[in-house]
């Protein structure tokens, strides 16, 4: 079946439930699982993935809109769903009739779902975001704004229609190596620990605090709390060999033409690679529609039967063209691996000169996934 595909997408179920579990085996007993489902889980395919982490028994899930929480709800996912980004407050009545946690980032967005609840006539679960050096959203807390800022996340807590469940920052540099980053990091916990305690004092406090993303995950154990939030580890990358993680995804192509061409030719747009001697050109059917990032042209190279070829001219929209000169054995039909157990998807970002979650999301909804 693969065979007569164009590209696709291997994604492995059981390497999810791999790392859920390698993941989970490294926190302590009780700490809770929330797996990130955002931007399609990863570019995984949020349904699927969720479904097996259910079964598994993660305990939260989180997105980064309604649409996406909304996409779980529809596939029956039943685990509590914390929407990260904002919603506008006239979908209360959905927010809680799905069951779903929303994100609070200030007292004036608190109020207005307080309101909106309390006009429905429900109660809308909500986690406070802390702004404790992420500098995107939360309540400011940092330096001057601290009284202010606990003040504020008190009187949220206090409204009526809302049921402040938990409390979470995010984390700027704890997937950075080096003193500054460490810094900054323990820096942010204890503030935001700072703030859990002035809360206490003043008699509020929260069921779920929460901070950990992947590096925390990785980089800073003491940062569990009641439960962590790793997205990129969960899928297999950023682990460093450390937690014997797999990849989840494989991004698969095949040889659809091979030619050999003069020495001198120049290949693909804008002839920016011309062959030195006679070469081997094999086409791919995959380009920047599919993901593949225009700015990788002559700057990377694909795994096929017998090693690694360079891709070679410019990256088109929907095709490629590699060197198979090295590669007597691979022919028409040979599958290419772009990244997955073979090639190194962290590599491959290093040459695109981004990160690995930009590549992941990027596999466009032209690439079927395939679950293996
Ligand atoms: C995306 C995200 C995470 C997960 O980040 P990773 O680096 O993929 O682990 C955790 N928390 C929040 C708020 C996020 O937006």
Not at 244 to 266: E, N
Not at 365 to 370: E, I, L
């Amino acid at each position: 079946m693969q065979e007569t595909m164009r590209t696709w997408a291997e994604i492995s179920l059981d390497n999810l439930e791999h790392n859920y579990r390698a993941i989970r085996a490294a926190l302590p007993q009780e700490c809770r699982f929330l797996a990130l489902m955002k931007a399609d889980a990863y570019g995984h395919g949020a349904v699927a993935a969720a479904r097996r982490l259910e079964e598994c028994g993660a305990d939260y899930f989180a997105v980064a809109c309604l649409a996406e929480a909304l996409e779980l709800r529809r596939a029956g996912v039943k685990a509590p769903v914390l929407i990260l980004g904002h919603t506008p407050e006239d979908y209360t009545p959905i927010l809680i009739a799905e069951n779903l946690t929303q994100t609070v980032t200030c007292l004036a967005k608190a109020v207005e779902y307080s309101a909106a609840a309390v006009k429905y006539g429900g109660t809308l679960r909500i986690h406070l975001k802390i702004d404790t050096g992420m500098s995107r959203l939360g309540y400011l807390v940092a330096g001057q704004h601290f009284e202010q800022g606990v003040e504020n996340i008190v009187s949220s807590c206090t409204l009526p229609g809302l049921d402040a469940e938990g409390i979470y920052t995010h984390f700027a540099v704890s997937d950075e190596e080096g003193e500054e980053a460490r810094d900054y990091t323990l820096r942010q916990l204890e503030l935001f620990r700072s703030v859990i305690a002035a809360a206490q004092a003043r008699g509020v406090s929260f069921r779920v605090r929460h901070c950990a993303n992947s590096g925390g995950v990785l980089n800073y154990p003491e940062a569990a709390m009641d439960m962590v939030r790793p997205g990129l580890l969960l899928y297999g990358y950023g682990d460093g060999g450390r937690l014997g993680l797999k990849p989840c995804m494989r991004l698969m192509t095949h040889v659809s033409t091979i030619k050999i061409y003069d020495a001198h030719t120049k290949i693909s747009y804008g002839g920016i690679y011309e062959t030195k001697t006679a070469t081997r050109v094999g086409v791919l059917p995959i380009g920047y529609a599919d993901g593949l990032f225009r700015c990788l042209s002559n700057k990377c190279e694909f795994y096929t039967q017998g090693g690694f070829a360079p891709q070679i001219g410019r990256i088109c929209m929907d095709m490629c063209m590699i060197d198979l000169s090295r590669l007597p054995q691979a022919n028409v039909e040979s599958t290419v691996e772009i990244f997955g157990p073979n090639a190194s998807l962290d590599k491959l970002a290093a040459e695109a000169g981004t990160v690995p979650y930009e590549l992941l999301c990027a596999v466009s909804k032209r690439v079927p996934r395939v679950y293996i």
